[in-house]
């Protein structure tokens, strides 16, 4: 394969990498475009084409969105999928270094939360007629 042509499927796989990774990343975070543009200080336009593989980002741009999903710059050319969301490397963080028992008593916590909140939300949408 002549050089020229190799350059241009490394850079095509690399920006394909990259908007993948963008569109991944939104939606792990559960952000809209716009919230992703709020966050970035990009356009919705322009998340939306380099998520559609319309634009080819800048070094800055880069820069910006991963600012956006607090990811290193790194992590946009990942080729794997995120394994957590920000919120549960959070969690996890906060977690990493606390004693077994500790752990436990916030998973429990969790679990009880996430019990009212559906509980709550089955009731709202009763009560909507949903």
Not at 50 to 74: D, H, M, Q
Request: no cysteine; glycine share 4%.
């Amino acid at each position: 394969m002549a050089k020229s042509k190799k350059i241009r499927k490394n850079r095509t796989e690399i920006e394909e990498r990259i908007r993948k990774r963008v569109r991944a990343l939104r939606k792990d975070n559960k952000l809209t475009l716009s919230e992703v543009s709020q966050r970035s200080g990009l356009t919705i336009d322009a998340v939306g084409k380099i998520e559609g593989g319309r634009r080819t980002p800048s070094l800055s741009t880069l820069l910006k969105l991963a600012r956006a999903f607090e990811v290193p710059p790194s992590e946009l050319f990942s080729e794997n999928e995120p394994e957590l969301s920000a919120t549960l490397r959070a969690l996890v963080t906060l977690l990493d270094d606390k004693p077994i028992d500790v752990q436990q008593a916030a998973l429990d916590i969790v679990r009880s939360l996430l019990t009212v909140i559906n509980g709550k939300r089955i009731a709202n949408n009763r009560i909507r007629g949903n």
